[in-house]
């Protein structure tokens, strides 16, 4: 069986690119931002991402994660940038052990769990949204995640076995 899930990395101050470019459209199609849509997020287009956020009962952080960007997709009608999914193949894993920030991996179905991911693909502390498990904080690396390969920490053996292998988009 195969999982659809979306999971987007932040996009925040100091960020260059399409992305950001694709925000700050989003921002002035919802009359928070007038500048234009340079590709740069500085302190204007941060301002008006916490305006934003403020006025749609989000933590007004500045930042540009899962639920901002869903928020701002719907109050504009423009479509969340395509180059913020990526195809991943997720596998679980569960026991007693430290992640690779020095963490205890957690499973919190109504709130962040924890992930393994390779970093060259998705940094360390992105946080990430998966249907079918949730929240997820990329705290962990492993041996055999690489590439387009997550890893989701459960609480047991059988619900490892139950999750299996599955595609999920990120």
């Not at 690396?141 to 590439?147: F, L, N, R, S, V």
């Amino acid at each position: 069986s195969s999982l659809s899930a979306i999971v987007m990395a932040n996009v925040s101050l100091g960020m260059t690119g399409t992305r950001v470019a694709s925000v700050q459209n989003m921002l002035i199609g919802t009359g928070y931002l007038t500048d234009g849509a340079d590709g740069v997020f500085g302190s204007g287009t941060q301002a008006a991402v916490q305006r934003f956020q403020a006025d749609h009962g989000l933590t007004a952080d500045g930042i540009v994660g899962t639920q901002t960007m869903n928020a701002l997709s719907t109050a504009s009608g423009q479509p969340i940038p395509v180059d913020n999914t990526i195809v991943m193949e997720a596998t679980a894993y569960t026991g007693d052990t430290t992640t690779a920030t020095g963490v205890t991996p957690v499973r919190n179905p109504n709130g962040v769990s924890t992930i393994a991911v390779d970093p060259s693909i998705i940094p360390l502390g992105s946080k990430v949204y998966i249907p079918g498990y949730g929240e997820a904080i990329a705290a962990d690396t492993g041996g055999a995640i690489k590439g387009h390969r997550i890893d989701l920490f459960l609480n047991s053996e059988n619900e490892c076995e139950n999750w299996g292998r599955q595609n999920v988009t990120l």
